[in-house]
Structures are given as C-alpha cells and as structure tokens.
C-alpha cells in the first residue's frame, strides 16, 4: 500500500487519482489545512475505486503511527506541507516547525515499521536564481524564501538518513510550474482567498471575479519582458510520481528529478493562450517586479526522461482548456 500524505491537495489529489487508475492500493493522510474534505469524494467518483482516510496532522506523531500500525505501508509520497512563499517570509516559523518537523516525525515512524521508500514533494524553487537556463539536477542549491529552505532542508535531511541507512530509497521531485486539472473538472486547484499563483489568478479574471491581472515587471530580460516559467499539467506530474515509485521500489539510494516540461512561457503569453481557451479576453496591468521573483526558470527534463521513462505530453492549450473547465465546474 502506498500512503499519500497530503493527499487531498492539488497535487496530491491528481496523484491518488493516477495511483487508483494504475491498480495501487493506497491511503490518504490529510488534516485540510489547504484542502477540502470533498475532494476525496471526487476521487472515488473518478476512479471508481475506494481508499483508506485518515484525517491527521503530521507533525502528531501518534496519529501518524496508526496508519503505520493498522497498515503495511510500501512507500510514502510525501506531499504533506504549508507552499506560500508570501506567507512563509512573514510566519517563518509556522513554516519550518510544520514542513520540517512533520517531515522528520514521518521518517522516524517510517523508520521504525520498515518502511523506507518516499517520494519527496520538493520544488525547483531549490535552484534559487540559476546561473543559466535549461536548469539540470545537478546545478548550485539555494534558495530565497523560507518556504523554499524548508524544501531544500527537507532533501538534505532526507539524503542523510540515505547515507546512514543504504536500505532507504529516495526520489526527490522538483517541480517546475504545475497548472490545470483533471479532465473531469472535477478536481483542480481552488485556493483559499486571492489566488498567488499566475494562473488561478488569471482563472478568477476570466470567471469575472477579479477585475485584471497585475503582470509583475516586463522588463525582464526574456522574449517580451515578462517572467518566464516551465508550466506542467497536474495530470503529467502526476504521472511523474508513478514513475518514481516504481523506481523507489525496486532500487536503493536518492536522487533528485526534474519534472518541468523544458520549454518555458512567459506571462504575457499564458494570458494569450488562457484568452483561446475560454473565449475572452485578460484584462491586465503592468505591476513592478514581484520581490523574490527570478526573470526565467525552466527544466532540462533529460534525466528524468533517462531514468525514470517520463516526459511531460501534454501542451500550454489542453493545460488551459482544463485549468478554464475546472474553473466553470466550481463556480460556486
Ligand atoms: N505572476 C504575475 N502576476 C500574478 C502572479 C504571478 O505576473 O498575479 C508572474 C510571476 O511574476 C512569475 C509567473 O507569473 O513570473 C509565475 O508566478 P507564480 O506565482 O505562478 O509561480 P512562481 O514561479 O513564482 O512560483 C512557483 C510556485 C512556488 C515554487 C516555484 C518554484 O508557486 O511554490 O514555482 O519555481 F517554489
């Protein structure tokens, strides 16, 4: 069995979907700190398959050791932890007690029952600002955000238990820019609030919700200005995780992938493609530079396409198309 942490979320809960859909058995932890309880009806609606639930916070050792004692758990996909960048700057602590402490309980419970297989949620906010792009696993670490020394002090945790214990194997996901959902439109990315992230912002533009679209600097050194990321449909990443369990199970040891798609978009461009997909058009204004915010940031996919059989299939348009069905879908 397969136990999701934070299984309920955006990515978590595309992820139990493909786990479902490929025959695994599995459980699903969440405490709804960014989720809703009805997400985990959906899933069952999509896959017409049942799991395990259990409503727990990680950072409780006692909960998180039930679902060890009443279950033989394979491999953890970790995916479990606070991600708002914002947030982490002003409530450091909220962020390093919680993504790093519940981390830690985890792998000492995991420990304890055997269990020593993960796939670790982590994030290519770990390159910092690259020296260069296409960004490959190998490049300098670093990072400019709590939010993001949580993710980068979580891989070196976990590779330190692997050097300690060579039974342990580990695949750390870096992941580029996740957008879309399920074709469905029954799960997706609803946050709580003002959304931070470029494209549920630009959803809640598009649904009439939010007046415009502020464009955070465009004098950026990249095609028309605009800051440039590797956007990667949820159901492709998802599709990621597969793949690396399938890999933990059967070798040993760490290693950090890349799932990002390699080709990079600007947000000028998104707003264009987001216009096709729902037929209206982005209102939108120049804003300054977003602090933190780097010029461009995409993948070189190489060695995840090399070592784990992955590549992302699926292009800007159908991650729109999905995105803006979602978003007609939870209207209300
Ligand atoms: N942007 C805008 N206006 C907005 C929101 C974003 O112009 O209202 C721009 C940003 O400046 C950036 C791009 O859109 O150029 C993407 O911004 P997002 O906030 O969607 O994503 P980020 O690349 O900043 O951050 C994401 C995740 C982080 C993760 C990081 C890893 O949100 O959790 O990728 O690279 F750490």
Not at 27 to 56: C, H, W
Not at 205 to 226: C, I, R
Request: charged share 20%; proline share 5%; glycine share 8%.
């Amino acid at each position: 069995m397969i136990l999701v942490t934070g299984g309920a979320g955006y990515i978590g809960s595309h992820t139990c979907v493909e786990l479902l859909s490929a025959g695994y058995e599995i459980a699903i932890m969440d405490n709804f700190s960014n989720s809703q309880p009805e997400v985990l009806e959906k899933i069952r609606q999509i896959t017409g398959k049942d799991f395990k639930f259990y409503e727990a916070d990680m950072t409780a050792p006692e909960a998180t050791e039930t679902i060890f004692r009443e279950n033989t758990i394979d491999c953890v996909i970790h995916f479990a932890g606070y991600k708002a960048v914002g947030e982490s700057v002003q409530q450091p602590l909220k962020y390093y007690y919680n993504n790093i402490t519940g981390t830690v309980i985890l792998c000492q419970i995991m420990q304890k029952y055997g269990c020593k297989k993960m796939v670790f949620s982590s994030s290519a906010t770990v390159y910092g600002n690259p020296k260069s792009v296409p960004i490959r696993e190998d490049f300098p670490l670093s990072t400019t955000n709590p939010y993001g020394s949580t993710k980068l002090m979580i891989e070196q945790i976990l590779r330190d238990i692997a050097i300690a214990d060579s039974e342990w194997s580990i695949a750390l996901l870096r992941y580029f820019n996740p957008i879309g959902a399920h074709k469905s439109g029954l799960i997706g990315e609803s946050p709580n609030g003002i959304p931070n992230n470029l494209v549920p912002y630009i959803a809640k533009v598009a649904a009439g919700q939010l007046e415009h679209l502020n464009v955070f600097g465009n004098d950026y050194p990249t095609q028309d200005g605009t800051g440039v990321r590797d956007y990667i449909h949820v159901v492709d990443l998802s599709l990621g995780h597969i793949k690396a369990v399938e890999k933990v199970l059967k070798t040993k040891g760490v290693d950090a992938y890349n799932l990002g798609t390699g080709k990079g978009y600007s947000v000028l461009e998104i707003v264009k493609a987001y216009e096709k997909a729902c037929g209206k058009s982005i209102a939108y204004v120049i804003a300054p530079r977003r602090p933190g915010d780097i010029p461009a940031c995409y993948a070189d996919p190489a060695k995840s396409e090399k070592e784990l059989g992955w590549t992302a299939k699926m292009g800007i348009e159908e991650m729109c198309e999905d995105s803006w069905r979602f978003t007609l879908n939870n209207l209300h």
